[in-house]
């Protein structure tokens, strides 16, 4: 089973991701994480993970480099599907391929709008979709690495694609730690009660 927990910038998805990790963990479930995508084939330089302090600082890579790039993401997450470890039944991905779409600079891509849509349509899809949301205000209050304008533009980019994706939820981020933890919590149970009721 994959989750993927979206979110822009100051929504807390790492620490939400590993107090869930820890809270599933203990209640006895089998929990492997991943960001963003696949290490089969590496696509950036950088650490999973590591922390970026100037997500549009640097310039975008060619068409062509843009291009070969997300076609390789596309075969990583294909390969991760095909033989996803059975030992970690439920796969929480912080990050995932759409966020390219909502935020293009931040991974320098360079190549036609249509063809990295077209790519984001071929990518599996999660079992379920979690938005981690707030109001921009609190989220630049949390990390200020774009500007509030840009923030909002996002916030409102990833309310209108989680909408439209068919198993989805949203959190709201703006709550205490232990809150968002709690409630994306229940909606991940929620999921794997209902998956075994199905295949019972």
């Not at 949301?133 to 533009?153: C, H, Y």
């Not at 232990?178 to 009660?193: A, F, N, P, S, W």
Request: hydrophobic share 40%; charged share 25%; net charge positive.
């Amino acid at each position: 089973m994959k989750i993927v927990i979206l979110g822009p910038d100051g929504a807390g998805k790492s620490s939400v991701i590993h107090g869930l990790i820890c809270k599933l963990t203990e209640s006895g479930h089998s929990v492997k994480m991943r960001h963003l995508k696949p290490r089969f084939v590496s696509l950036q330089r950088s650490e999973p993970g590591a922390v970026v302090d100037n997500p549009h600082g640097k310039p975008p890579r060619s068409a062509l480099v843009s291009i070969v790039k997300i076609l390789a993401w596309l075969l990583e997450e294909w390969c991760a599907n095909l033989f996803q470890d059975e030992r970690a039944p439920l796969l929480i991905c912080d990050r995932y391929y759409h966020d390219l779409l909502i935020d293009s600079k931040r991974y320098r891509y360079g190549g036609p709008q249509w063809i990295a849509r077209w790519v984001g349509k071929l990518i599996p899809r999660p079992d379920m979709w979690i938005l981690l949301d707030a109001p921009a205000d609190v989220l630049q209050s949390r990390k200020q690495e774009v500007p509030l304008e840009e923030t909002a533009r996002q916030r409102l980019a990833y309310l209108a694609f989680i909408e439209k994706q068919q198993k989805h939820a949203i959190v709201d981020a703006a709550q205490s730690l232990d809150r968002v933890i709690e409630d994306t919590e229940q909606v991940i149970q929620g999921l794997m009660i209902r998956d075994e009721g199905n295949r019972g």
